[in-house]
């Protein structure tokens, strides 16, 4: 594709040397170069795209982006006045603007977007949509799923799967939005049908450095010139707000307040859900495995997203009755009277809601691992330890993508919330094989904050791992 067909609509502020190439990659990567490719210079945590021009001009890139004037000779130099905003634009036109092609669907929220996206997108596909899912979990289009390293990925790798997405005929994509990529702009200029409010609780002040910012990031993206239409957990209060204040159109849902989408008589157990669903005046009884009264929230919002891309709620109520439970979010299993349960739950807000659920159904103890990641602050590690300290019979402390911080340093934090007892064993596979062998007929052990994911970060590792495949060579399945 020629540059200037690439920069259309990027507000440039200067340009160097300019050429029409025609271009064969973009990447922000000098590693990544090929002969006639776009550099991007992004500013990360650890490196400086500007310090790599030189190794990506030998590689034979041909046009440098930056966001100031810099010299390079012989080559294009585009100066833009917002390189991450430039970046997306770039990625977009790069890959035939895919996105504007299909229906895009967003979840934005603390918890739940995960479950809320997956329930979307069964939902869909039991119609007949062929349906692409972004998330936490995995990458999923024509029936593969493809790993993925973060909740939603950086624009080169998002357009090129949008692209990838499209040419199989994909229609419908269902995303989750993290606000991160919000705050970095990964997702600028896509325009979503409808997105998804979930919940805010507290997150990521490691990143966002206040709760603030980190709410009116995620507020801020209920703009109309990011989607057409809104659904938002009106019993969240930050949901509430943004009910009241956003200029897109929105329709709530909720169990407390009066809201357009709501339950009624629910009824829960570990066998799964059963309420009445009013949604936009479309009423069923729902039945489905699914657990806990916060997949209610979930439920509610993903059929009110299909209700209105125009699905009836009879056709969802058969949808959610045979609905497959959820990789890594409250998945059971059995074992010689011992209940093993694994959830990603990693907040002080979603531990608390799984431990409340399950504390008033355990026979006897309740025995809950969990650990804290390395870049979560103090105040995170002990407001989750407090939560874990609330329910629990005794606690194993143990490691969870640590990174670069001594295990020591996160465990002298945990325990300072908590009071139970409790024990430390760092190597998370030996503290669940020790929790397990520890356990008595009608235990209960709960194993928090990895879910479906497949590897551990240690230092600058990221080792293969899986709460799961420990679980299941534990009770031989």
Same mark, same amino acid.
Request: hydrophobic fraction near 40%; charge should be neutral.
């Given at each position: ?9 990027? *507000? ?42 030189? =190794? ?84 999923? @289009?024509?029936?593969?799923?493809? =790993? !993925? ?33 919000? @705050? ?22 490691? @990143? ?64 799964? &859900?059963? @309420? ?5 005046? =479309? ?55 011992? *209940? ?9 807000? !979603? ?34 330890? *407090? ?12 490691t969870d993508n640590r990174g670069v911080v001594p295990f020591e340093d996160i465990m002298r934090d945990m325990i300072k919330g908590i009071t139970t007892q409790y024990e430390c064993i760092e ?9 397990? =062998? ?23 590792? *990221?080792?293969?791992? !899986? ?6 060579? &534990?009770?031989?399945?």
């Amino acid at each position: 594709m020629r540059l200037k067909k690439i920069l259309e609509n990027v *507000r440039v502020k200067k340009l160097n040397n300019f050429k029409n190439y025609n271009i064969n990659c973009i990447t922000h990567k000098s590693n990544d170069v090929v002969k006639n490719s776009i550099f991007i210079c992004i500013a990360g945590e650890k490196y400086n795209g500007l310090d790599y021009i030189d =190794d990506a001009v030998s590689r034979g890139a041909k046009c440098i982006v930056v966001d100031h004037d810099v010299y390079v000779p012989n080559i294009a130099v585009v100066v833009v006045k917002d390189i991450r905003i430039a970046m997306s634009i770039m990625a977009k036109n790069f890959y035939n603007k895919c996105c504007d092609q299909m229906e895009m669907i967003g979840v934005v929220g603390t918890s739940g977007k995960t479950s809320t996206t997956m329930i979307i997108s069964h939902i869909l596909k039991s119609i007949g949509r062929n349906v692409g899912i972004i998330g936490t979990n995995f990458i999923y @289009f024509d029936n593969i799923r493809h =790993d !993925s390293c973060f909740t939603t990925p950086d624009p080169l790798e998002l357009h090129y799967v949008f692209y990838q997405m499209r040419m199989l005929g994909i229609d419908t994509v269902v995303m989750e939005i993290s606000a991160q990529a919000i @705050f970095y702009k990964k997702v600028y200029g896509i325009r979503y049908r409808i997105v998804d409010f979930t919940n805010i609780s507290v997150e990521h002040l490691d @990143f966002f450095g206040s709760m603030d910012k980190y709410v009116q990031t995620k507020l801020d993206y209920f703009s109309p010139k990011n989607m057409d239409e809104c659904v938002v957990n009106i019993d969240d209060p930050y949901g509430k707000k943004l009910a009241y204040d956003t200029l897109v159109p929105s329709i709530s849902y909720g169990l407390l307040s009066p809201a357009n989408s709501f339950a009624l008589d629910i009824v829960e157990s570990l066998d799964g &859900l059963e @309420f009445t669903a009013n949604i936009l005046d =479309d009423i069923a009884t729902i039945q489905t495995g699914l657990l806990g009264r916060y997949n209610v929230y979930n439920i509610l919002g993903a059929m009110t997203v299909c209700k209105m891309l125009g699905i009836s709620v009879v056709a969802m109520k058969n949808c959610l009755q045979s609905m497959p439970p959820i990789d890594g979010r409250f998945n059971v299993y059995y074992k010689d009277g011992k *209940r093993l349960i694994i959830d990603f739950a990693h907040t002080p807000d !979603s531990i608390e809601k799984v431990l409340s659920f399950i504390r008033p159904r355990c026979e006897k103890r309740l025995i809950v691992i969990f650990g804290c990641v390395g870049y979560s602050d103090t105040a995170k590690r002990v407001a989750m330890s *407090r939560a874990v300290d609330r329910y629990a019979d005794k606690i194993i402390i143990t490691t969870d993508n640590r990174g670069v911080v001594p295990f020591e340093d996160i465990m002298r934090d945990m325990i300072k919330g908590i009071t139970t007892q409790y024990e430390c064993i760092e190597d998370r596979c030996n503290a669940i094989m020790y929790a397990y =062998d520890i356990m008595s007929n009608g235990d209960t052990l709960v194993i928090l904050g990895k879910g479906a994911e497949n590897f551990q970060t240690i230092g600058n590792d *990221r080792v293969e791992y !899986s709460d799961t495949a420990v679980v299941k060579k &534990l009770i031989g399945k």
